[in-house]
């Protein structure tokens, strides 16, 4: 019985050769974190592609002449009626002169013109009017539009905590390419604390103000470009190769790599714009829990630039709790004059 039982857990954790497998596991994992350390770290320059506004097709209506039915004269009954009286109403000469002593004759009686009758004219019909014909102007290109800027990584390095479960999140680095963007960040949902590198003090505002928020799993968060790698290392359209079993701090590990193509890359992170064009990936994940330990992505297409970073992962559901600052790192807000 001791035997079979060794047999069968030997055979249970004999690493697995399949690299999609493999992915599919780190992929559904990894998308039910609770917390996480991390650290980060960048060089070289991304070229980051802004959507630019796509027109709204107008419908503009062509003008076309309203058509009037032409005026017809019609006959007055008083103007004919009275042509009529006019020539009925002439006396009429005598055939002879009256002769002395004579008997007068009897004057002749005038013969009546009768009075022509009115023939009215016939009503015309009315043309309807032709209703307008609209015009639509083209269809704009489903092809979005970008606005390309360089954005520079080197020197871009970030440690810090991230409890998913509770929306907090504590990150301390930044990107010295990028203004704004380096110094200490402190999540407790729904307020953010920030304050500079040189600063003593931390500043407060809602983390709905946040262009990247840690502490959150959607859309463009560290967590979901994260996840989102991974799924494009195991997308139908590539081929992840599995090039062995390395040993990792965190102990025994799957190293899978993939050529990632730029049409892949940017149909997964459309919503962030055209930051990864045609690159190697690389991943190590865990083989007996299939946790993601380390990524690293580079890439030399012309189209987005020459850049890679890292991302290394351990303390998986295990980190500390996040509090916010206390009162005295707050800064003092400026007194009024009244």
């Not at 001791?2 to 992915?23: F, M, N, Q, W, Y």
């Not at 865990?286 to 890679?308: H, I, M, N």
């Not at 890292?310 to 800064?331: F, G, K, Q, Y």
Request: glycine letters at 8%; a negative charge.
């Amino acid at each position: 019985m001791l035997a079979v039982g060794a047999l069968v857990a030997g055979c249970s954790s004999a690493p697995l050769t399949d690299a999609r497998k493999i992915l599919s596991n780190a992929k559904s994992n990894f998308d039910a974190l609770n917390s996480v350390h991390f650290h980060i770290e960048a060089g070289g320059q991304f070229e980051y592609g802004y959507p630019a506004v796509t027109p709204t097709p107008t419908l503009e209506p062509t003008a076309v002449p309203t058509v009037e039915p032409s005026a017809s004269a019609t006959p007055s009954a008083s103007a004919a009626v009275a042509s009529g009286s006019a020539s009925a109403s002439g006396s009429a000469k005598p055939s002879g002169s009256a002769n002395p002593g004579s008997s007068p004759s009897s004057s002749p009686t005038p013969t009546p013109t009768p009075t022509p009758t009115l023939t009215p004219s016939p009503t015309p019909t009315p043309s309807p009017t032709p209703s307008p014909t609209v015009a639509v102007s083209p269809t704009p290109t489903p092809t979005p539009l970008y606005t390309s800027m360089p954005v520079g990584l080197s020197g871009t390095t970030a440690d810090g905590d991230v409890d998913l479960a509770n929306k907090t999140a504590h990150v301390i680095g930044g990107m010295p390419g990028v203004p704004g963007l380096s110094g200490e960040l402190i999540v407790i949902s729904p307020y953010a604390y920030f304050r500079s590198y040189g600063a003593t003090t931390f500043t407060s505002s809602g983390d709905s103000t946040l262009s990247l928020n840690p502490a959150l799993t959607s859309a463009p968060s560290p967590a979901w470009l994260i996840s989102q790698i991974v799924g494009i290392a195991n997308d139908p359209g590539l081929s992840p190769v599995l090039v062995g079993t390395e040993q990792e701090p965190s102990g025994s590990t799957y190293h899978i790599r993939v050529d990632v193509t730029k049409e892949v890359a940017q149909t997964a992170l459309n919503s962030v714009g055209q930051a990864v064009g045609n690159g190697k990936l690389d991943l190590w994940i865990t083989q007996d829990s299939f946790q993601l330990e380390r990524l690293e992505f580079s890439t030399a297409d012309p189209s987005s630039g020459v850049a890679a970073f890292r991302v290394v992962l351990s303390n998986w559901n295990s980190v500390p709790a996040i509090l916010a600052p206390d009162a005295n790192n707050m800064a003092t807000p400026a007194v009024q004059a009244s």
